[in-house]
């Protein structure tokens, strides 16, 4: 009887450890959905309007790099650098912030913050597009949140 027991307690310890590394990992690459009603610049890119998924690829580092997949995630559309944008205090939600350039150009997509975190990604774009971001006005959208997966809709 106490070596069922055992065996038995052995079992449920080891599928919870199991299954914790998998509950988490949403969390640690910080998959967000994000759906754009207008094409929106990222470095090298603009993204058209649509449904995009933006992943953390490696949490470890200092320079993070961001995959950003299609809407099914069959593709990535692009693989971008960032680097550490800090926040005094983390929002509820996912935190996006857009420079409005030129009536012309797309938005551009300054920084993401995932929700729960003070520290975000701020895209690194070339020392010119730098220089002239810094001098155009920057807005920040809180995203809203639908089935436990974050969307933003830009613009409205």
Known sequence: MKTKTCFIT??????FAISLP??????????TKLTFSQPVQIPGHVLPAGTYWFE?????STRKIINIYNSDRSTVFATIITVNAESLTPHE???ITFAE????????LVSW???GESTGHQFVYSPTEEHELAQVKHYTIMVKTQNNRQTA???D
Not at 10 to 15: C, E, I, R
């Open 10 to 15: 052995l079992g449920m310890l080891l599928a």
């Open 22 to 31: 998998s509950a988490r990992a949403g969390v640690s690459d910080q998959t």
């Open 56 to 60: 953390l690829s490696n949490a470890s």
């Open 93 to 95: 939600t996912t935190t």
């Open 101 to 108: 350039r030129e009536p012309m150009q797309p938005k551009t």
């Open 113 to 115: 913050f995932y929700p």
């Open 153 to 155: 809709v830009s613009g």
